[in-house]
Nanobody, 123 residues
Framework: QLQLVESGGGLVQPGGSLRLSCAAS????????IGWFRQAPGREREGVSC????????NYADSVKGRFTISRDNAKKTVYLQMNSLKPDDTAVYYC????????????????WGQGTQVTVSS
């Protein structure tokens, strides 16, 4: 019954932008922190960004600070990740995840996950 569905991935040139969406259903989104994670071939899954239940607090990995922006619209039950100035190293499958109340450091502490959306940054 609980669902997180990512969309918005695709192929983009270096320096370009994409906006990812994470649509939630089956639960009250405003009770959950939402994180974005990514996993590239041969790499461990890494945290990209996290937003608190109210949207008042946000966190970003050092590698994306200043380029990515996370936001949420609890009424629409959707979380967004605006990605600007994309680099080839950003190429990965991007996942959104939900965790009750607060953000966490480790992907293993996030119980709810979407299916992922592919982002490819290449010329």
């Amino acid at each position: 019954q609980l669902q997180l569905v990512e969309s918005g991935g695709g192929l983009v040139q270096p320096g370009g932008s994409l906006r990812l969406s994470c649509a939630a259903s089956g639960f009250t989104l405003d009770s959950y922190a939402i994180g974005w994670f990514r996993q590239a071939p041969g790499r461990e899954r890494e945290g990209v960004s996290c937003i608190s239940r109210s949207g008042a607090s946000t966190n970003y990995a050092d590698s994306v600070k200043g380029r990515f922006t996370i936001s949420r619209d609890n009424a629409k039950k959707t979380v967004y990740l605006q990605m600007n100035s994309l680099k080839p190293d950003d190429t990965a499958v991007y996942y959104c995840a939900a965790r009750f109340l607060i953000c966490a450091n480790n992907p293993g502490n996030w119980p709810y996950w979407g299916q992922g959306t592919q982002v490819t940054v290449s010329s």
